[in-house]
């Protein structure tokens, strides 16, 4: 008798002991890996909020395949809206039950939560808005950042560059969102402009978020004489300016961010008002190999995202790289370990979703590249790509 509960008093420290390391690790379990996200599923980027929605499913796919060292991944899903103050009360809620964040939406979104997420020691993973929120923090901040996403700067530089040279543009339009999301594109284009003797901004139209009507920046665009606009907008504002242009009878050019590569969306909320425009994409799209792949898994384990393929992929490959990161780290798993994993991670392309995401000690901008597309007809098999990867030099 004294053996047995000499036994069982043993075997109740050795589960104490499992009960507590497991506790220390904040979303880890013996049987599960909680990751937190927070993003737009209702508001003036709901289109976005398909991201969050599409990682869900990724994450039951990952699941069916076993999981990662014999644990499931639970996705706690949370709306923000697309607004700064609801997304860090969610950040504040998950900071100490979920392992990690994945694909947060927004640049303002990112700039109201980046102390917390150092204070918090969280790793924040694929963070989905301007890199300069990041690179202009100090590093020890940003140890627990990594960050797969165009810089909007060298992007736009690069997309007024694009505009001179295939469509001879001499005055160009910008249309941005009125906070750094906007204001980093127009830096950019100014930098385009300084490169490309000729050309010029001959107006600069900003919107806020909370905008529903978009006439009277329609008519600002039309009055400048605009034979090109480049836009860093959510979808909805894109199109509600595309939309009010062609009301005047006003049709510039149009050159898009990569935020809009979504061809579903776009041809969605403006059928052939979208047919010409030039758009980048920072990731493979709707009618390649690669993105089909993904595509076909996500709509099978959440049928309500037929219809809503494009940003599908942009969720699939916020998991992808999670999940890379957790099989480096082993079954031991603590923050600090996955942290140093996803440091040895390089030229990953995700099943061939980007060109490749390299991070290192010192670097955690693990890819800064986009490719020029045009938009053919929405019945349009496969993309339309205009130029390869164009790759820019990592910010931090």
């Not at 220390?24 to 980027?45: M, N, Q, R, Y």
């Not at 309500?304 to 992808?320: H, I, P, S």
């Not at 990161?325 to 099943?351: N, S, V």
Request: charged share 25%; hydrophobic share 45%; glycine share 10%.
């Amino acid at each position: 008798m004294a053996l047995r509960i000499l036994s069982a008093a043993f075997l109740s420290l050795l589960l104490g002991i499992g009960d507590a390391r497991a506790a220390s690790v904040p979303g880890v379990t013996d049987t599960e890996i909680t990751i937190g996200i927070t993003g737009p599923l209702s508001g003036p980027a709901a289109a976005w909020g398909t991201i969050a929605m599409a990682s869900e499913a990724y994450a039951t796919h990952v699941n069916a395949q076993g999981g990662i060292h014999g644990r499931k991944l639970k996705i706690v899903l949370k709306d923000d809206g697309y607004n700064p103050g609801r997304a860090v009360a969610n950040f504040n809620e998950m900071k100490d039950s979920v392992f990690a964040v994945i694909g947060t939406v927004g640049t303002a979104v990112l700039n109201a939560n980046k102390d917390l997420v150092a204070e918090a020691g969280l790793p924040l993973i694929y963070p989905l808005g301007n890199v300069q929120v990041f690179a202009k923090q100090p590093r020890e901040k940003v140890r627990t950042v990594f960050q797969v996403y165009p810089d909007y700067a060298d992007e736009a530089e690069f997309l007024v560059g694009q505009a001179a040279k295939l469509e001879k543009v001499k005055k160009l339009g910008f249309f941005g969102q009125n906070d750094d999301y906007g204001k980093q594109g127009l830096d950019g284009a100014k930098r385009g402009v300084a490169k490309n003797p000729g050309v010029a901004i001959v107006g600069e139209v900003f919107y806020e978020v909370t905008d529903r009507e978009l006439g009277t920046q329609a008519l600002k665009m039309k009055e400048s004489g605009a034979e090109a606009v480049l836009i860093y907008s959510t979808a909805t504002h894109a199109a509600g300016l595309i939309k009010e242009m062609a009301k005047v009878g006003y049709r510039p050019k149009i050159f898009a961010s990569f935020t809009l590569y979504d061809r579903d969306t776009m041809f969605r909320l403006l059928g052939d008002l979208w047919e010409g425009a030039y758009y980048d994409s920072a990731l493979a799209l709707r009618g390649e190999p690669a993105a089909d792949k993904v595509i076909e898994i996500v709509v099978k384990n959440d049928p309500k995202l037929k219809g809503r393929e494009g940003f599908c992929v942009q969720g699939a490959a916020n998991v992808l790289i999670l999940v890379e990161g957790l099989k480096r780290a082993g079954k031991d798993l603590t923050r600090e370990k996955f942290l140093a994993a996803m440091a040895t991670i390089k030229d990953y392309t995700e099943e061939g979703l980007v060109p490749g995401i390299t991070f290192g000690p010192d670097r955690h901008h693990g890819l800064n590249s986009v490719r020029l597309m045009r938009a053919g007809k929405a019945t349009d098999a496969t993309p339309n790509q205009v130029t390869p990867w164009q790759t820019f030099a990592p910010l931090f």
